[in-house]
């Protein structure tokens, strides 16, 4: 058997696990994670002494959006709500813009 077999049939064996914790032991962990580099996962897996990934392999932003909200966003930036790949890309640039002014604000300077 391969190794991707052997790997996926070792995930297939895992069990995920949830833990209800406070909203602050849970920002307290997603901040860790960031300054990290991690997914929280794998800050879990650091904290309880685990073997866990150095570097997250795709660090991503996920949102799920319905039909209704590719048209909301069609709509917002002038384009047919059809071209998914083009709204991606502008709700892409507008989370960049977010963040640059997040950084800018939090040195205390205004854009």
Known sequence: ??????????????????????????????????????????????????????????PRLTVSLKSEDFEILAQKYGLNASDQNAIRERVAEELLRYAGKGRSDEAGTTT
Not at 4 to 9: D, G, L, P
Not at 18 to 38: G, P, T, W, Y
């Open 1 to 58: 058997m391969n190794e991707r077999w052997q790997k996926e049939k070792q995930a297939i064996k895992a069990v995920q696990v949830a833990f209800d914790v406070s909203a602050e032991a849970q920002r307290v962990i997603k901040q860790a994670a960031l300054d990290n580099n991690l997914n929280p996962p794998d800050q879990i897996r650091k904290i309880l002494g685990l073997p866990y990934n150095k570097k997250p392999v795709r």
